[in-house]
């Protein structure tokens, strides 16, 4: 490959990127990377009342086994 040649292909790759640069950072109306229709903005999710509670009593739980576990240790 000559000189002459590899300037050229190098011009043409230019010229690929900033085609695709364009698009990137189109308005957005562009679909090349749609995905099923996610916005990619994720919804809060909610707990219930009762759901919080049994995180929170499980949690607690856990703190005490670790608690006595370490107290145990700390006797010896």
């Keep these: 490959m000559t000189r002459d ?3 050229v292909a190098i011009d ?3 010229g690929r990127l900033e085609k695709v640069r364009a698009l990137l950072q189109g308005s957005g109306s562009n679909k090349l990377f749609a ?3 996610s916005s990619g903005v994720r919804k809060k999710r909610h707990l219930s009342a009762d759901a ?3 995180i929170a009593d499980a949690q607690k739980r856990r703190w005490a086994k670790q608690k006595r576990q370490t107290a145990a240790n700390g006797a010896k």
């Design 5 to 7: 040649q590899i300037i």
């Design 52 to 54: 919080r509670k049994r």
């Design 12 to 14: 043409e790759e230019i």
């Design 35 to 37: 995905s099923g229709g």
